[in-house]
Structures are given as structure tokens and as C-alpha cells.
């Protein structure tokens, strides 16, 4: 058996498809245009690279894009102030502040300090709250996207066992609440976890986001299941005739042995990834539809 291979690069040209039709048409009936801001301190190269491509992605669906390049040595002060400028700002309708800070720099207090209406990532306490009971909030993107193809594979998930390795606030928890939301049986595990083999193993949904290269190996895996590898780790190319000093990028699951079992797996790169800046953009449109008090459009 081999895997079917979910294209989220495909997925996601699809999601950013309808939002710029959406925007399209907030432009034409109601005279809106969304605004993304993005602040980025320092010169971190990922940063940079990401930064870049939300820009390019946020103006290819027709909304606002403002960048803030800030540098290195910016005080916590200075960004505070930045951010109160921005969620005062009535053209930028989400915030995004790119992590990680410089170490003078508090992320809890800045993440904080954004608007609970703009936080287009879902990182504040309150979306975060409105998450976990329920509630209608801002979803953090990446699990968004994981969720977004998961239906899209399997249609309805009630009942189906889900297992996500990886607790981290930013992917693992959340992740966790919406597969609950979607009456998913949810175990969460972890690098510490006991026999976590066979909790994988148990797993017709797994969600792999633990930050450790081809940790989960294929024999772990159910036969049949779904696998969502959210890991993006960069190693030495240890593939035959790889050049001596080239790396490349691999998930949390080993994929060459995984895709022999699974029903359904995401590669990396070319799977979550993509789907995370998309899902940003989404966000955006249902900050800027619900700041306007219009009904915001189903993705």
C-alpha cells in the first residue's frame, strides 16, 4: 500500500483563490479593503523569508499589506508603542507580530498588547480562551490549515481517534481543541510521553508537531491513517549522491517508511506549510468582515 499524498500547496492556492474572491467582493458591495500589518524585529533569516512571502501573498489576493522592518536593538517600548498604533489603525484589520523577539524583547507582553479583534495569529489569551470553550474566536493558522485538509480527506470526524504529538500553544494545544471541536476522541502526547509508539499506533488521525526529525517511524503509524506532519526540520542531506555539506527539509515523521502504511499523509516541504500563510489571509477577511459588522464568508 502506498499513501495518498495531501498537496497542501494545492490545497491552499485553492483557500487563497476563494479569499481573493472574497475580497473581491467586500471591495464591490461594502467599499472594504482588509489590511494585513506584519512587524518584524531583526534580521533573522526564516523571518525574513516568511515575512516576504505574506507580503507577496497578502497583495496577490487584494488586500492592504503594511510592513514594519524593525531592528535588532528595538526596545520593548518601541514595539509596544508600534502595536498600539496599529490596532488604533482603522485600515489594518489584522496583526501580526512574526516570532521569535529578540531576547530584550517579552513575547508574552507583545503578543498581549495586540487587539484580541487583529490577532490573526490566535495567539492572545482571549482567542485563546474562546477556543478552548467554544467560542468564536481568531484560530491560530497552522491548525487551522491541518484541520482544513483533514475534513477535506474524511469528510465528518466524529468518533475517530486522534492523537497529536506535540503540546507546544502555538500548533499542539489548539490543534488539539478544534479536533475536539470536530468530536474527534483526542489524546495529546509528547517527546516524554511512555509508550508512544503505541499510542500512535491507536491513531486513525495523527498530527505530528514536535519539532524533532523523522521522530515518528513508520511502523508506528495504523495502517489506513491519516497523517498530518507539521514538523519542518532542517538536516544534513543524507540521501545517496547528496552533495557533501547540502541539507534539506524534513518533518516529524519518517516519511519514506510512513508513506507505506498510512491511507493519507502531507509531505514536507509542500504540505502544512502553505496552508498556514493561506488560512492567515482567511483570518484576515473574518477580522476585517466582523470589525465592519458584516456576516464573514465561509472558506
Known amino acids: 500500500m502506498s499513501a495518498d499524498i495531501i498537496d497542501g500547496k494545492a490545497f491552499a492556492a485553492g483557500v487563497r483563490e476563494r479569499v481573493g474572491r ?31 512571502n505574506k507580503g507577496k501573498s497578502t497583495t496577490e489576493v487584494g488586500m492592504h499589506s503594511f510592513e514594519h522592518r524593525l531592528p535588532a536593538e528595538t526596545t520593548e517600548e518601541a514595539l509596544l508603542t508600534l502595536v498600539a498604533e496599529l490596532n488604533a489603525a482603522p485600515a489594518v484589520h489584522g496583526i501580526l507580530v512574526q516570532l521569535p523577539l529578540p531576547d530584550q524583547i517579552s513575547e508574552a507582553a507583545v503578543l498581549a498588547a495586540i487587539d484580541p479583534a487583529k490577532d ?67 489524546t495529546i502526547a509528547h517527546s516524554r510521553t511512555r509508550d508512544l509508539d503505541e499510542e500512535c499506533r491507536r491513531a486513525d488521525i495523527l498530527v505530528a508537531a514536535v519539532g524533532r526529525p523523522r521522530m515518528i517511524k513508520g511502523d508506528w503509524i495504523k495502517p489506513g491513517a491519516t497523517v498530518i506532519d507539521v514538523g519542518m526540520n532542517r538536516i544534513d542531506d543524507d540521501r545517496p549522491g547528496a552533495e557533501p555539506g547540502k541539507t534539506r527539509l524534513v518533518g516529524d515523521v519518517d516519511f519514506d517508511e510512513a508513506v507505506k502504511v498510512a491511507g493519507a499523509i502531507t509531505p514536507v516541504p509542500g504540505g502544512v506549510g502553505p496552508m498556514t500563510i493561506a488560512c492567515l489571509l482567511a483570518n484576515t477577511v473574518t477580522a476585517a468582515c466582523r470589525a465592519a459588522g458584516i456576516k464573514e464568508p465561509e472558506v
Do not use: W
Open 22 to 52: 472574497q475580497v473581491a467582493s467586500l471591495k464591490r458591495d461594502h467599499g472594504l479593503t482588509p489590511g494585513l500589518a506584519v512587524v518584524l524585529v531583526g534580521e533573522d533569516p526564516a523571518s525574513q523569508v516568511y515575512v516576504r
Open 120 to 186: 490573526v495569529d490566535g495567539f492572545h489569551l482571549y482567542n485563546v480562551g474562546l477556543l478552548s470553550t467554544g467560542g468564536a474566536g481568531l484560530v491560530p493558522c497552522t491548525p487551522r490549515g491541518c484541520l482544513m485538509m483533514l475534513k477535506d480527506r474524511l469528510g465528518d470526524l466524529t468518533g475517530l481517534r486522534a492523537l497529536v504529538v506535540g503540546r507546544s500553544n502555538i500548533v499542539g494545544k489548539p490543534m488539539a481543541q478544534l479536533l475536539l471541536g470536530a468530536n474527534c476522541t483526542v
